[in-house]
Nanobody
Framework: QVQLVESGGGLVQAGGSLRLSCTAS????????MGWFRQAPGEERELVAG????????YYADSVKGRFIISRDNIKNTVLLQMISLKPEDTAVYYC???????????????WGQGTQVTVSS
């Protein structure tokens, strides 16, 4: 069982930055693709950024390209999401997830964190 713990959410003004962190308790962390999803009230959960087990391949939703950067450290078992130029529409609960390589929907992810709230004020 993989346990994922997120941190780093909070309230920020539009144009500001936040960095989300996710720490995994797993000896096989590097075998998982990792993703950051978000879910706003009344909306479906969507993948905003993903990264392969090696860290060499990344995926970004069009809405965050150029503003969010995902990275991972397989020694520290962490995955980060650096977010800049935040917009009110980025407001959501952000979830860290571990799953299958190439997966871009929640069904492809097996382990989930508890979520962290990001609120961007206008």
């Amino acid at each position: 069982q993989v346990q994922l713990v997120e941190s780093g959410g909070g309230l920020v003004q539009a144009g500001g930055s936040l960095r989300l962190s996710c720490t995994a308790s797993s000896r096989t962390f590097s075998t998982y693709a990792m993703g950051w999803f978000r879910q706003a009230p009344g909306e479906e959960r969507e993948l905003v950024a993903g990264i392969s087990g090696s860290g060499y391949s990344t995926y970004y939703a069009d809405s965050v390209k150029g503003r969010f950067i995902i990275s991972r450290d397989n020694i520290k078992n962490t995955v980060l999401l650096q977010m800049i130029s935040l917009k009110p529409e980025d407001t959501a609960v952000y979830y860290c997830a571990a799953g299958a390589h190439g997966a871009t929907t929640p069904m492809g992810y097996f382990h989930w964190g508890q979520g962290t709230q990001v609120t961007v004020s206008s």
